[in-house]
């Protein structure tokens, strides 16, 4: 038997048998430990360096610098910021000699098959250590080219967030590269203090970050969008009261042009000529938003505003923190002046603004520096190569573990009647969903997303379908019709655009790739319960057809007859199944297959085939239980481990099939469903509700030995904690259902 702490620490060995209360510790610890962080907003300038659609920074430096000689030297310098150790792929693609340091380490020198090659592409592994990493890249100006591009290997999951060096720039987001030079300053020596003046070394580093002097001569509105007459600008900053008590606030200023003030919401001032103006409100203790619109006149536009109480200034600081910005503005603009604004939508940052009524152009807040915009970004726990996240919060995350993870805390929100845990969870999709426009902007005007990554670059079902589903099981809770356009996206991908075999079957193109060309027990999960969900709340019961055909389809390619298990994947390359029954991949087949049944109207002409097939599976299943409850990672090894996350998804179908009615022999599978929650009670959760022993994602292989040996399991991996609280919320209602039974037998 697999042992992952001593039963003394268990769950079990403290609430023995209280199912509801080790729910409580497993939802409480999650919330504890992923704290409700949102996005991390920074300054971005963007005549910086982008990213492309594979989320590759574009160090191609012969386009910045046309004029620059052969033999000439640039530099491009970076930080990364990692809350615990890290294991990424990093990408180089050359564009002429190359040479990477990695914290001060010399990592990489390109050759000349690199640097020649057009599609030639250098992977590079690192270990980012916790706390700042320096990304430093020497790139020599050649005929045939000059810098590179740089990037992590399947970015929009393993997102690579890089920090501008220097004291001048300190949070803002972004590279910066030096002007050519024609002699290496660096050769032999130490790279540049990331920390310390952009000017000590003498070098020129771009993007500028700073007005000149002329620029700083023209008034802000003006330095900012020009002069355009007519069109409008808003300006939004806080006014913070650190006094106790109502007072008279004096607000005075000048402005050239049309200008209206509006104090939380309230117009206070309208000026419909240029002069300075001066007014009084009231203000209590607190912040205070304060939102001024400006109106270009014939030659100029500007506004100036201060704030005082008694004599005292009123300080201002930016409406959010932005990272890498003083400024206690922020603008957005120039706007058509046929544009109107309700004004409670101006002091937002989770929505664009309309910029020109005839191109349908948007627009966003922005800072008063050169080109510089504020840009919301995804910092929290970062995924690495094993697949394991750092020790800060997953909370604001999209992608498919965190979809079972929600989905596990609204069950279980709703069994205990915990409003605070279910509101935790609406939380989390909103904080993803009300962003959503905002990020499809984002990627179309810097070539790839910071926030939402994998569901605005959708490419594969794990991308979009299990934490789709989970935002149509949060619709039951709070129907925002935020989730119905993203819910469509994700309908029009899965059932329109997904790469499919000439039966129909969903499959894998990847192509270039070690998985090219396959098909996974696990994508059953990634599709079906979205499909089911998006067919009951829109009333297309399209979404229900294509999830039965799905299956029916993945059982003629996985099935394996002989012991009624699936094989984790068909690899169309070689013509036949692996034949490993991975056990999570199992699990995600017959956790989704309940889900379709639950879904399926009595009187579907594919139903009692579904119900027989479940049968056949969870037969093999339960022949494949071990004495501790659990199943093993190779459900037909007893060598492999014990596994904790199939055998929770076990526990919650055959509880499932009992209550519903689909199992023939509910009696043996009642027995199992609840042997397999007392050994994962036992063996798996601890009595901190940390769950163990359920493995990383998953690759594919043709042998057991890469799921025995190198899929490790790892500690409140997201793969497992949520279907854990499914399994134990499953077992509850199982449990009062022989309760009922039993009465009603009587």
């Not at 939508?345 to 191109?359: E, G, M």
């Not at 925002?480 to 309908?491: G, L, T, V």
């Not at 034949?579 to 889900?595: H, K, V, Y």
């Not at 409850?629 to 996350?645: F, K, M, T």
Request: glycine share 8%.
């Amino acid at each position: 038997m697999t042992m992952y702490f001593n039963e003394q620490e268990s769950i079990h060995a403290r609430l023995g048998n209280d199912d509801k209360q080790t729910l409580k510790v497993l939802a409480d610890r999650y919330i504890g430990a992923n704290p409700p962080i949102p996005f991390a907003f920074r300054a971005f300038n963007r005549a910086g360096i982008l990213q492309n659609e594979q989320g590759m920074f574009d160090l191609d430096l012969a386009k910045r610098f046309p004029e620059a000689k052969p033999g000439q030297f640039s530099y491009a310098y970076a930080l990364v910021w990692s809350d615990g150790e890290r294991n990424l792929d990093l990408l180089l693609n050359c564009l002429g000699p190359i040479q990477f340091y990695f914290n001060h380490m010399f990592t990489y020198r390109s050759n000349v098959m690199d640097e020649l090659k057009p599609d030639a592409t250098v992977k590079l592994n690192v270990n980012f250590v916790k706390g700042w990493n320096h990304l430093f890249i020497k790139a020599k100006h050649t005929a045939a080219g000059f810098g590179c591009l740089f990037g992590s290997d399947e970015a929009k999951v393993r997102i690579l967030n890089v920090l501008a060096p220097f004291a001048e720039r300190q949070g803002q987001a972004g590279w910066v590269f030096s002007q050519p030079i024609d002699t290496d300053l660096f050769e032999g020596t130490s790279m540049p203090n990331a920390f310390a003046s952009e000017h000590e070394n003498g070098l020129s580093w771009l993007p500028t970050c700073e007005w000149n002097e002329n620029e700083l001569s023209k008034p802000v509105c003006e330095r900012l969008f020009g002069v355009q007459p007519g069109k409008q600008a808003y300006a939004w900053t806080k006014l913070n009261k650190t006094s106790v008590g109502k007072d008279v606030c004096i607000l005075k200023g000048e402005a050239s042009g049309l200008m209206t003030v509006w104090l939380d919401g309230q117009q206070v001032l309208e000026q419909e000529e240029s002069g300075s103006f001066c007014i009084e409100v009231h203000l209590t203790y607190g912040s205070h938003d304060l939102l001024v619109r400006s109106e270009c006149g014939v030659q100029s536009w500007d506004f100036t505003v201060q704030a005082s109480i008694s004599g005292e200034v009123v300080p201002l600081s930016a409406p959010l923190q932005v990272h890498g910005s003083n400024n206690p503005w922020l603008y957005v603009g120039p706007l058509d002046p046929d544009v109107s604004i309700y004004v409670e939508d101006l002091v937002k940052t989770n929505r664009l603004y309309l910029q020109d009524i005839l191109s349908g152009e948007m627009t966003y807040w922005r800072l008063d520096r050169p080109d510089t915009w504020i840009r919301p970004y995804y910092e929290n726990a970062m995924l690495s190569n094993k697949w394991t996240v750092g020790n800060v919060t997953n909370y604001a995350r999209w992608d498919y573990p965190l979809g079972v993870t929600i989905y596990g805390l609204l069950q279980t929100g709703r069994l205990l009647n915990r409003s605070d845990v279910t509101q935790y969870a609406l939380d989390h999709v909103q904080s993803c969903t009300d962003m959503f426009e905002y990020a499809l902007w984002d990627k179309e005007q810097y070539g790839f997303p910071a926030i939402n990554q994998q569901l605005v670059m959708m490419k594969m079902l794990d991308n979009c379908g299990s934490f789709g589903s989970a935002m149509l099981e949060a619709y039951q809770e709070d129907q925002d019709a935020a989730y119905m356009p993203i819910a469509r996206r994700i309908a029009d991908f899965i059932l329109n655009r997904l790469e499919r075999k000439e039966d129909g079957a969903f499959y894998r193109i990847c192509a270039e790739e070690y998985s090219a060309n396959t098909m996974w027990a696990d994508d059953l999960y990634m599709s079906t319960p979205f499909l089911c969900r998006y067919a009951r709340i829109t009333g297309n019961q399209e979404g229900i057809d294509e999830a039965v055909k799905q299956f029916q389809l993945f059982r003629n390619y996985l099935y394996m007859p002989q012991e009624r298990i699936m094989s984790h994947v068909f690899d169309f390359k070689y013509g036949k199944q692996t034949g490993i029954p991975w056990g999570r991949g199992n699990g995600w087949t017959l956790f989704s297959l309940t889900e379709v049944l639950e879904a399926l109207p009595s009187t579907h002409a594919a139903r009692e085939d579904l119900i027989g097939f479940f049968n056949d599976l969870c037969g093999g299943y339960a022949d494949l239980q071990a004495e501790s409850g659990l199943w093993h990672q190779v459900l037909n090894d007893p060598d492999a481990y014990e596994e904790a996350s199939c055998t929770a998804m076990f526990a919650y179908a055959f509880a499932r099939g009992v209550r519903f009615g689909w199992l023939q022999e509910p009696q043996r599978f009642v027995e199992a469903a609840l042997q397999a929650w007392n050994g994962l009670t036992r063996i798996a959760i601890d009595a901190q509700g940390n769950v163990h022993g359920v493995c990383s994602g998953s690759r594919y292989a043709f042998t057991s030995d890469y799921y025995k040996k190198d899929l490790l399991t790892v500690t409140n991996d997201n793969h497992g904690v949520g279907i854990m609280m499914l399994a134990g919320t499953e077992v509850v209602k199982l449990k009062k259902w022989l309760i009922d039974a039993n009465e009603v037998a009587r």
